[in-house]
């Protein structure tokens, strides 16, 4: 069974960082492009970042883009997001997805997300 399982949420201040985690098992996943996305209360899930399988090519929404950072470690099938300068609209809960193709919208497997509190 197929299970993508996200960690490193939690309550902090503005301007701390977080980073965090998505273990992947249940398949390999090294030849898979991987994504973060999120979703504040009352709001639509947005794309945060994304990366390639090989980790040569990634994307940013411009909101997060110089702040955050998205890698991966294929011997581990694990990819995280270092999130930096962090602000109350960072506030979301966040979600890793795994998929066959780069992408800022369609992925074919997602984690269940952990949540990020930023306060003021």
């Known amino acids: 069974q197929v299970q993508l399982v996200e960690s490193g949420g939690g309550l902090v201040q503005a301007g701390g960082s977080l980073r965090l985690s998505c273990v992947a098992s249940g398949r390999t996943f090294s030849s898979y492009a991987r994504g973060w996305f999120r979703q504040a209360s009352g709001k639509v899930r947005e794309f945060v970042a994304a990366i390639s399988w090989s980790g040569s090519n990634t994307y940013y929404a411009d909101s997060v883009k110089g702040r955050f950072t998205i890698s991966r470690d294929n011997a581990k099938n694990t990819v995280y997001l270092q999130m930096n300068s962090l602000k109350p609209e960072d506030t979301a809960v966040y979600y890793c997805?795994?998929?066959?193709?780069?992408?800022?919208?369609?992925?074919?497997?997602w984690g269940k997300g952990t949540k990020v509190t930023v306060s003021s």
């Open positions: 997805a795994a998929g066959p193709r780069l992408s800022i919208r369609s992925y074919d497997y």
